[in-house]
């Protein structure tokens, strides 16, 4: 049964934030419990992948900013994902921006946000993920689930000081994580994209793939992902791509939302000061990976987001080049069940790009005419 279009309509008539928040608090609580944990349960897809060393039960993982604290991971690893990414987390706990800072533009299937990575902290961010029974447990039957910490800066630290919120963040995550995610692509944290310039991104990689070295003295490697934010020119997407070639960063998540607010101006709440996402990133998105999977070559690691709002938005990711994909404002609109469908069009292009290798054809080439 699909339980989410019967509450659907109840939690779209609420706030946006009031029933995000409402629907963690319920995850949380139901997590444990098997019963209450059916109602929102989906059939894992088995299309294991490895990408940057990492295999990944399916495809398909939840994009960071839906669970900010880690508080849910079981339950979400119960819907099918294959990956979960959770944070934004800062150093300290930090407000984010004032209230109200969502709002859904269902029209144009987005959100727009401004939470300003809202979250408790690293202590609490901790505590949490080792709470984890997935985690935790190795005879668990999710315990392949892969687990994305995403770190960022508080808003209160100067841009010029960053990297010293981010090497505090990466040393503090780095044993509990299979994957680290330095996001400095949020529109929604004064200054944090100027991180993504040539200079200073150059000297904050730099930062923490030294700091990386060192906590592989003591631990595993443990890959770096790079979020990135879809409104950057071609030429600054090169920048980045020789960036992460040169620190020999893992991989790069693309992308992040966008400041383009020309697809929901017309709509109410459309003009609200925030990142949008859903649907109107999904075509900028995914030419911004397009370009990164020409630049990097065919085995750099790119896991794509932005957009994906059923099945056929996840493969166009994959044609361009993605790896992985990850999912939030559609699994907002088409809750869980969107998990599932997404991982088995993911697995059948797959299957079908393997077998035109094997016939000899070009991958992504197209089959409907036949040669003179």
């Known amino acids: 049964m699909d339980f989410y279009p019967l509450i659907r309509p109840f ?5 946006a934030e009031v029933a995000h928040d409402l629907t963690l608090d319920w995850i949380k ?60 987390v800062t150093p ?9 800072r969502m709002f859904r533009i269902r029209e144009a299937g987005a959100l727009i946000n401004r939470m300003g990575f809202n979250n408790k902290g690293l202590e609490t961010f901790l505590k949490n993920v080792q709470k984890s029974k997935v985690r935790k447990d190795s005879s668990h ?14 808003a209160a630290t100067p841009i010029e000081r960053a990297a010293d919120d981010y090497v505090a963040c990466l040393q503090a995550v780095y044993p509990y994580a299979d994957y680290i995610t330095i996001n400095i692509s949020s529109p929604n ?15 904050l990689l730099n930062t923490l793939v030294q700091c990386r070295e060192e906590l592989k003295k003591t631990h595993a490697h443990k890959p770096l992902f790079l979020k990135i934010a879809p409104d950057l020119t071609a030429e600054q997407v090169s920048l980045i791509a020789q960036l992460l070639d040169r ?3 893992d991989g790069v998540i693309a992308t992040n939302t966008t400041v383009n607010h020309e697809a929901v101006q017309s709509y109410e709440h459309g003009s609200e000061v925030g990142g949008v996402s859903g649907a109107p990133v999904r075509d900028v998105s995914t030419q911004v990976i397009r370009q990164l999977r020409a630049e990097l070559g065919p085995q750099f690691p790119i896991i794509g987001v932005g ?21 939030y404002t559609g699994f907002v609109y088409q809750g869980p069940a969107l998990v599932p469908r997404v991982a088995q069009a993911m697995q059948e292009y797959s299957a079908q790009q393997q077998q035109k290798l094997q016939d000899g054809a070009a991958p992504g080439s197209s089959d409907a005419e036949e040669p003179a």
Request: proline share 4%.
């Open 247 to 249: 620190h020999q960063v």
């Open 189 to 203: 944290t004064k200054n944090l994209r100027d991180l993504q310039s040539n200079a200073s991104l150059d000297g």
């Open 307 to 327: 957009g994906v709002m059923a099945a056929e938005d996840a493969v166009a990711k994959l044609e361009a080049g993605a790896d992985l994909v990850q999912l």
């Open 141 to 154: 039957p999710l315990h392949g689930l892969r687990l994305g910490l995403n770190i960022g800066k508080n």
């Open 92 to 100: 300290v706990a930090q407000n984010g921006n004032s209230k109200p």
């Open 29 to 88: 609580k139901t997590q444990s419990k098997p019963l209450l944990r059916s109602l929102y349960a989906q059939k894992m897809v088995n299309d294991p992948v490895t990408v940057a060393g990492l295999t990944f039960p399916n495809r398909v993982g939840l994009a960071a900013g839906l669970d900010k604290n880690a508080r849910c991971i079981d339950g979400l690893a119960a819907m099918g994902f294959g990956f979960v990414e959770v944070g934004t």
């Open 11 to 15: 939690l779209f008539a609420l706030d």
